[in-house]
């Protein structure tokens, strides 16, 4: 059974970091596109960042360029979300998402969001100013 177990999230005050991480089980991690997403009450899902299976590209969008790191650990079948200089506006819920392409030369950035199959169940992220 394959799970997707996000943990790190929190209260933190403006200008403060929080490190997410999502363990994954039940699948070959190592050739899965790992995908950070995040939803605000009344807004729509955001993908935040992602990062490809073989080459270790990434992706972030331009709200958390600068700020936010993604990172994986083939070995730990874990991928994590470094969030510094956090903002108000980076209040919501994070998600890990996985999906497998089965090719390895496609930007992680040019996978739709609802392509990934498989999800976590959300860390809450809130940021106070």
């Known amino acids: 059974q394959v799970q997707l177990v996000e943990s790190g999230g929190g209260l933190v005050q403006a200008g403060g970091s929080l490190r997410l991480s999502c363990a994954a089980s039940?699948?070959?991690?190592?050739?899965?596109?790992m995908g950070w997403f995040r939803q605000a009450p009344g807004k729509e899902r955001e993908e935040v960042s992602c990062?490809?299976?073989?080459?270790?590209?990434?992706y972030y969008a331009d709200s958390v360029k600068g700020r936010f790191t993604i990172s994986r650990d083939n070995a730990k079948n874990t991928v994590y979300l470094q969030m510094n200089g956090l903002k108000p506006e980076d209040t919501a819920v994070y998600f890990c998402a996985a999906v497998l392409l089965g090719r390895t030369e496609v930007a992680c950035n040019d996978v739709p969001g609802d392509n990934y199959d498989r999800w976590g169940q959300g860390t809450q992220v809130t940021v106070s100013s």
């Open positions: 990062i490809d299976s073989n080459y270790g590209r990434t």
């Open positions: 039940g699948l070959s991690f190592e050739h899965y596109y």
